[in-house]
């Protein structure tokens, strides 16, 4: 065995070994991280003030239709680049993993299909901050305990010191 071949044949039990488990779950974790956490912060906890906070929250969105296609027509979420399926499983993930206790009871999994229908009408209004508050009161009134929705920042963030400061 020449040394390149052997320096192949370490390198791949290495990565046999460090690699992590394969599933559906570990690859929508790593693409909601790599897509979607410099934004979001990678446990659903935004830094930036304007980027609204997932962790415990973004679940209530499933409280209303409107609210369940506004999570999939996200210009964020539905340009993102990935597959319908890939996009399902990492949207699935953003609500049910870190959408934690804000889900609805009996709430029902993203398919792809679902995904390729939401992400093909995606929002276009160049003020969401405006159409995402109609959304989210629509969600408050199906679902009271998502009144935290009205501010960007969840309590358990705005308890934490401040990362950030505006110049
Ligand atoms: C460039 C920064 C950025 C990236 C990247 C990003 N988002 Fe967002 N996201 C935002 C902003 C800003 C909003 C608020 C939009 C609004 O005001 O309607 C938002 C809103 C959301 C919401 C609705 C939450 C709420 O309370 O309104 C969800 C769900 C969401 N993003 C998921 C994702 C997912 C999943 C990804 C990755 C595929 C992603 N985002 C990538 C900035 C980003």
């Not at 070994?17 to 979001?40: D, N, Q, T």
């Not at 679940?59 to 369940?68: K, S, V």
């Not at 629509?138 to 929705?149: D, E, F, Q, R």
């Amino acid at each position: 065995m020449t040394a390149g071949r052997r320096l192949c044949t370490v390198t791949a039990v290495a990565l046999t070994l460090i690699a992590p488990p394969a599933g559906a779950e570990v690859s929508a974790k790593s693409a909601f991280l790599e897509r979607c956490g410099g934004c979001h912060g990678l446990d659903g906890r935004s830094a930036a003030v304007l980027v609204p906070d997932l962790r415990d929250q973004v679940g209530y969105f499933l409280c209303t239709p409107q609210g369940r296609a506004y999570v999939g027509r996200l210009p964020n979420v539905a340009f993102s680049g990935v597959s319908d399926q890939a996009l399902a499983g990492i949207i699935n993930y953003t609500i049910f993993t870190v959408g934690g206790t804000s889900v609805p009871a009996g709430a029902k999994a993203y398919s792809a299909a679902e995904v390729g229908r939401l992400r093909r009408q995606p929002l276009t209004a160049t003020d969401l901050v405006a159409q995402r508050a109609v959304v989210a009161e629509a969600v408050i009134a199906a679902c009271p305990a998502a009144v935290g929705l009205r501010i960007y920042k969840s309590r358990s963030a705005a308890q934490a010191p401040a990362k950030e400061t505006i110049r």
